[in-house]
């Protein structure tokens, strides 16, 4: 009697033995599947925001591109220069400011010095110069988010190719050796210092052979300024991939990912967990 009532004891306590490590495998797979849903969701989040910016950046090449890049206008042989560009133009307003700036017609000082506060001035600035310049001003807005286009050669030193872009580079060209046209392959990206390095290759347009095409026909401004020596940046084709945008944006973390969220996922966590610990409770208080 006394060795069944201690064997009938037992059962109950190996019973919950092996109910215990399943339920215990079963909250701590979900607490991971949670958990990795989380960072699975973020990276897609993240991507899908690179692609926006690279978007933007594409717009805003094709936007310059249609108007074979953008005159910025200025007023006065002082007035302040509106950063890099490639061409300027300066024009007097009117005959007669033509001719006393010519000296074809002899005026006072006083006269001249008006008709140079009259002079307007057209510096051309090109697709890419348009859209670098764009990424200054974000840079300096103090926004998370950066881009910057790059290529194997470059005609400015100060656009080359970091490692991550190199290595976007290479991905990127084994893939059109692939000769497919998902549009998954012309995309490269990785996270690094919890930030997503995303790339995208980047098509030349026609207007970007007048500086692209070969040193001969680019803008004398191109070819005596040293800041544009940089050793390549030439051979473009139009409708073939010329380079990368790169863009680099703040990953946050799949613990602030957790807590954003919404109270339906962990209403639908907390009711796998209580079912889970109810069959428990259930299994081991069950009637010998």
Known sequence: MDKRMQRGAVQPSRLGLKLIVPMLLFAGGLGAATWWLSESLLLRQTVSEGRTVADMVENIGRWASQYGGVHVRTVGANAKIPGNFLTR????????????????????????????????????????????????????????????????????????????????????????????NDVKAQEYWRVSGGRLLYARSVVAQASCLRCHDNPDNAPEFIRTNAQFNGGGGYGYIAGKPAGLISVSLPMASTQAALQTLPPEVWAAVALAGIGALWMLVLAVRRPR
Request: no cysteine.
């Open 89 to 180: 133009s300066v024009y007097s307003t009117s005959g007669t400011d033509s001719q006393v700036l010519q000296g074809s017609k002899v005026e006072a000082a006083v006269a001249e010095r008006d008709a140079l506060e009259r002079v307007e001035a057209y510096h051309w600035k090109n697709p890419a110069l348009i859209q670098r310049e764009v990424a200054d001003v974000i840079t300096a807005s103090g926004s998370k988010a950066r881009y910057r286009l790059t290529a194997r050669t470059v005609l400015n030193k100060n656009n080359a190719p970091d490692d991550f872009e190199r290595e976007a580079l290479d991905a990127v060209q084994a893939a059109a050796n692939g000769k497919t």
